[in-house]
């Protein structure tokens, strides 16, 4: 029960009119019932045989009077402010750790809440709940990770009302002039979220009612400029976007789709949709990246006839685009009618530019259609590949072209494959081709994706000296691109036996935690996220090895990769980690985790008394020698 009302009444108890405080304040028990407006708040509330230990103090400046209740040991649980002096309660203030994590407002006095803010540790959202009955109706603030949050919460909990508040609207789309082509499109797949959340569910094992968002999976996002030709304004969207979800232990992936940037809110431009089975269907593009007219033309003035008749033909081949849950031949039947088209318009395409604009776009559709199965595409892949090779054998679309075919190749290949000794020969071929590719084409856009999955392959051979070659390679040659970046954090990493060691970072509530504090000690370097199994199935031997060598000088310190402070507090409360944790959002993107170049988590770091590293890569297994070796000695 949300309480409201009875609260607003008990300000005029403590506040007199004049609006000096009297010596009468609330009791802590009947402080501390008032709970969220919005369910999903992590916030302190002692135990029951603790509430009478805790203290309700009177609070007053020039600004705004209230009260503020505190812990047997003095930390901060609530706070209830008068803002505008009326004597009546208009903000309930909720802290974890001693840090304000959620507020509920009553911008309009009227003693009922009508905003709810989530703020430091819990993130930004800001809701706006326009007839106050504990429902939030429109987000004023509200970024793509939590967006994506809101969408799985309202999934999971069947609130069409909910999940419609982050699928964009025809005013959106109308106040970013999104062209009606284009909105006519998107609207379609936004319309009746109820019925297609209901349809999912019925369906799905990823997604029910016991699933648990995880975290946010998406690349950055990229600006659609508006001379393109699409909207009135510069558009930001995220395309591909995922959620990761957890459902009894399992993880599992839901696709959002294309989400775009409102104003200060992200939204989503369809309803989210499992990606369910051993392997994730690719999305052929979204409604917005795909091209809707060739670079160098901006009107439709500027286009041939023959060239307008074919985009318009694309455009309603687009509007008939399958469900990402259709079967595999719906998905290759659809592939196979715009590849027809795009070669056509290949045809007529009049610039340079035009041209390699739309052989692009008909070389990710054939290696789409290759990925998904369909062998035919291969071979007419082959064929743009041989006459490219012969009419322009200095295009860069050659290698764009190979690239995508290698990659479309295995991947087909791999899902194919029956038993490990095929798994290993595919495998073995596709570390060849990449060697061939890097070799025959050092300087391309994708060769730095190459090197690096050579380099990430060899280490998990444990091959250190061509991993050495490979990520030295990437640093050398390739210094501006992304890959580069990771490369020169792995070989930082694989330099670090004997160096000492500097790491510190913020915990989930902020504390700054310094490894260098710890000299002295044996100190395990743990990164570390809910989302890894393997880290899950070695916490039990963690929580032992600190149980049996802390008292003799053992100490592990975390760093956690999760996206929400929440699910650190949630995993270590129920696993019994009791260690401290510097928090890095972001998963192997995360500044650590990038720092060091890691390629997988957990990854364990042991450093002795000194603050020098012993080792850099441990698993649990090796660190339950080193740890009996160390203090054997």
Known sequence: MIIRRTFATLALSILIPTGTLVAQTPTPEFALQYRPAQKDIEYDSPLAADVAKCKVELERNDAASGFAVFDANGLILRRYVDTNKDRYIDQWRYYRNGIEVYRDLDTDFNHKADQSRWLNTHGS??????????????????????????????????????????????????????????????????????????????????????????????????????????????????????????????????????????????????????AEGDSIQVQIGGILMQPATPTGATTSQELSPEMQNLISQLQKIDEQSPAQDAKPEQLVDYIRRRTVVIEKIVAVSRSGEETETWTKQLINSLT??????????GARLNQILSGLKQK????????????????????????????????????????????????????????????????????FAANAQDARQWYGLLVSKHSQSPQAVRAAGALRRMDMKGQSLSLSGPDPTGRQINVANLKGRVVAVVFWATWSTQFVADVPVLRALYEQYSDRGFDIVGVNLDQQPSDVADFAKQSRITWPNIFQPGGLDAPLAQHYGLVSVPTIFLVDRDGRVISNGLTINDLKTKLAESFRK
């Open 392 to 459: 322009s054998p200095k295009s860069d679309l050659i290698a764009y072209a190979e690239y995508r075919q290698l990659f479309a190749n295995y991947s087909s290949e791999i899902g194919r494959a029956s038993g490990a000794e095929q798994q290993q020969k595919i495998q073995t071929a596709w570390l060849t081709n990449l060697k061939t590719f890097v070799a025959t084409y050092p300087a391309a856009e994708d060769a730095p994706d190459a090197i690096l999955q050579l380099a990430l392959n060899a280490e």
């Open 368 to 377: 789409s259609a290759l990925q998904a199965g369909d062998q035919p595409s």
């Open 125 to 274: 959202r800001w809701g706006i709940d326009k007839d106050e009955d504990g429902h939030i109706e429109v987000w004023k603030t509200l970024s793509a990770e939590e967006a994506s949050r809101v969408a799985i919460s309202a999934m999971v909990d069947g609130d069409a009302a909910l999940l419609s508040t982050v699928l964009v609207t025809a005013s959106d789309l109308k106040g970013l002039g999104l062209i009606d082509e284009l909105s006519s499109r998107i609207l379609r797949q936004v319309q009746e979220p109820e019925a297609a959340m209901r349809t999912i569910l019925s369906k799905s094992q990823t997604l029910t009612s016991k699933s648990k968002w995880n975290r946010f999976d998406g690349a950055m996002p990229g600006v659609i400029p508006m001379d393109d030709g699409k909207a009135a304004k510069d558009l930001v969207v995220y395309e591909g976007a995922m959620a990761i979800v957890e459902t009894s232990g399992q993880h599992g992936f839901v696709q959002l789709g294309e989400m775009m940037r409102i104003g200060d809110v992200w939204k989503l431009t369809q309803v989210p949709r499992p």
